[in-house]
């Protein structure tokens, strides 16, 4: 449940944090790895999202499905993640905690039934947002094979989600980090939407218009 401090105020917190991982097709496992080698180390990110100062934290406490679409390395292969997110509020900023579960996506369809939670989940807790309602979330750990979209392969991984909340139904932004040989994944994207059972159809990234909610009418997309 969203909970807010009796303390306001605003403040401008730059953040770090992201997950991403890797899905399959033919040779995916080569293109990934070959692009490892030819990526320079001192790859530039992409900017997160543009958002204006918010009055209120948009409440996101909840399941959540993560899709992340690493765009230079194989566009459309989603990584998916399982994701519960707690927020604390102070008015205009806050405390992110999150558990990112990593899910079953390799030599699947991005929205298959047959997605279910795989290894250990990832959290990153204590995470700050701003007063543009924007976070970033470093995640470390394993990614499992059979949660590597692009190539089933297992790999360690450091990336951080830029994210931010758009509203009570859209959290959005790109991925910075290391996936295991790649030294940057600058480019990639990912965007989260309100999870259920059976899990909804995932969606990669910001959608091109997108006012932020600031935690009273909620912006609802439809899942591609």
């Known amino acids: 449940m969203l909970k807010v401090s009796s303390t306001r105020g605003a403040r401008a917190v730059v953040l770090i944090a992201s997950f991403i991982p890797l899905a399959a097709c033919v040779d995916a496992k080569g293109r990934f790895d070959e ?3 030819r990526l320079p180390i001192d790859a530039q990110s992409i900017d997160a999202v543009d958002a204006p100062i918010i009055d209120m934290i948009p409440n996101i406490d909840g399941t959540w499905l993560i899709a992340i ?3 230079p390395i194989a566009n459309g292969l989603l990584i998916q993640t399982s994701t519960v997110w707690d927020v604390t509020s102070n008015g205009a900023t806050g405390t992110l905690d999150g558990s ?8 699947l369809p991005p929205d298959s039934p047959n997605r279910v939670p795989v290894g250990a ?4 807790n204590g995470v700050a947002v701003d007063n543009t309602a924007s976070f970033a979330a470093r995640l470390t750990g394993t990614l499992p094979g059979p949660a590597n ?10 990336i951080v989600l830029h994210g931010t909340i758009v509203s009570t139904t859209l959290v959005c932004g790109t991925v910075t980090g290391v996936v295991g040989p790649i030294p ?30 600031a935690g009273v009418d909620a912006l609802v997309i439809d899942a591609p």
């Open 121 to 124: 989940a990832l959290t990153a």
């Open 184 to 213: 940057e994944v600058a480019g990639s994207t990912f965007a989260a939407i309100p999870s259920g059972s059976p899990l909804p159809a995932p969606v990669g990234e910001c959608p091109s218009t997108m006012p932020v909610d």
């Open 69 to 71: 679409n690493p765009k």
């Open 149 to 158: 979209a692009v190539s089933g392969t297992e790999y360690q991984i450091d």
């Open 100 to 107: 990112y579960q990593p899910l079953t996506t390799s030599q």
């Open 35 to 37: 692009y490892g080698t």
